[in-house]
């Protein structure tokens, strides 16, 4: 069913400092379903930003989730597209328009699809789409970034990973997003005593940045299995050195957490050895990049891995952790189901083709909405409803090309989407036994 959904500001339920109000937007939005009792009672502003590639794709079926499952737990939205990234570029010649930062700022959280192509890989760097998702995270604060890697039970076999060792992995990846190498000072280029061209940047850390991110790794930890585990390079970087013994020092406060370190290298061998050894990691910008990668991989897919990106106070971040993949934006994919990917032509006998217009897996979109819901407004029976939607959808045997196994239906993002709007609206118990 249509449902006329007028929108307004009101009081974050997060724990954020007040935020400034705008004016609200009326939206028009198409609900399945929703019934006609509901009457929603809390609104909030989100700022989306589609960015590039298959950021569109992703975020309009991520954007549908959350405005029915808000619908059904009496939660409306005033939204307002933003560009940002290539898109931006093209459009502005900005990669982070003031607009979009404005409205970012202005809004109650944001939920980013993705940035960043070929189109744009020669240009300078401050023209370059990553150097506006780098500026967004820096103005809005969000220092601490949450990249869950939970291994579905669905997809066990997705996992390049044996059974026994990718099966009840369920790790939570703290990385520090606004420190480090990638905002250090000083950077750039120069010549050495030999006349030679180097590029050169700063591994730096202050302990404020360290003592922020250590009291958030321990509170989440004491939220899960209260075991944390910090990854550093202490043998080697005085960063690294300094960040361990804060780390130390700040675990006075917390004696109910196991707090444990690991040398990074030793970690990303760990990560894939026995990755049910972690429960709670964290770590700095630069190594928390590698490895909720190589996390990712544990759980079958890259296309699965949400994140949240906090700070202190105002809007939180949230996006996928994959990137952009230009090369599947919007693309017919061929997909032969006796052999699990793709195939050559001479292979193609016997074999069973299915053709997908949108091959993109929007699986980790739609989670990051749902952390959205839980880190950001606080409306957890939402975001439960999304998380089971996920694991319903998953145990109705519906796949994208990236997860796709014998026995399971292959389908594309839009259909997937819709798949995951079914169960959205008939709300099955997180770990309903598969039909």
């Known amino acids: 069913m249509a449902a006329c959904l007028q ?12 935020l400034p109000v705008r004016r609200s937007i009326p939206l028009s939005l198409r609900c399945s379903a929703a019934p ?9 502003s989100i700022t989306l930003i589609p960015g590039d590639g298959i950021g569109p794709e992703i975020i309009s079926v991520a954007k549908d989730v959350l405005v029915l499952a808000g619908y059904l737990e009496g939660i409306k939205y005033d939204f307002r597209e933003m560009l940002m990234g290539g898109a931006a570029l093209d459009a502005t010649g900005l990669p982070l328009p003031h607009e979009t930062l404005s409205a970012a700022k202005q809004s109650h959280a944001v939920l980013l699809g993705a940035v960043g192509g070929y189109k744009w890989d020669r240009n300078d760097k401050h023209l370059k789409p990553e150097t506006g998702l780098l500026q967004i995270r820096k103005e809005l604060g969000v220092f601490a970034n949450l990249r869950p890697a939970t291994v579905y039970s669905p997809l066990v076999d997705a996992s390049t990973l044996k059974r026994e ?4 992995v369920d790790i939570m990846l703290i990385r520090e997003l606004t420190g480090g190498i990638y905002f250090g000072e000083p950077r750039g280029f120069g010549t050495n005593d030999n006349g030679e061209e180097i590029g050169f940047n700063t591994e730096i850390y202050a302990t404020h940045e360290i003592d922020r991110i250590a009291h958030f790794a321990f509170k989440v930890a004491q939220k899960r299995r209260r075991k944390l585990c910090s990854v550093d390079k202490a043998n080697v970087l005085e960063a690294s050195m300094l960040w361990r013994k804060r780390f130390l020092a700040i675990a006075q406060e917390y004696p109910d957490v196991e707090l444990s370190h690991m040398y990074v290298d030793n970690a990303s061998m760990q990560l894939i050895r026995d990755p049910k050894q972690f429960d709670t990691m964290v770590t700095n910008n630069i190594f928390g990049d590698i490895l909720s990668d190589e996390a990712s991989m544990v759980t079958g ?21 994959h990137g952009s993949a230009p090369d599947i934006a919007g693309q017919v994919g061929v997909f032969y189901f006796r052999f699990f990917s793709f195939a050559s032509t001479d292979m ?28 950001g407004l606080g ?24 997860i796709y196994s014998a026995g399971t239906k292959l389908v594309g993002c839009k259909q997937l989407g819709e798949e995951i709007l079914k169960s959205v609206e008939s709300n099955v118990p997180a770990g309903a036994a598969a039909v």
């Open 165 to 168: 060792v990718a099966e009840g």
């Open 7 to 18: 929108l307004w500001q009101c009081k974050l339920a997060r724990p954020f400092d007040s």
């Open 301 to 321: 897919s890259i296309g699965m891995l949400p994140s949240a990106s906090l700070g202190a106070s105002g809007p939180g971040l949230f996006e996928p952790i």
């Open 348 to 375: 193609l006998n016997n074999s069973t083709i299915t053709h997908i217009q949108d091959k993109a897996n929007p699986f980790a979109t739609v989670l990051s909405a749902a952390m959205l819901l839980r880190y």
């Open 379 to 402: 409306e957890e029976k939402a975001a439960e409803r999304i998380e089971n939607a996920v694991m319903d959808t998953l145990n109705r045997g519906f796949r994208t090309g990236d």
């Open 36 to 44: 006609s009792s509901s009457k929603p009672t809390r609104s909030y």
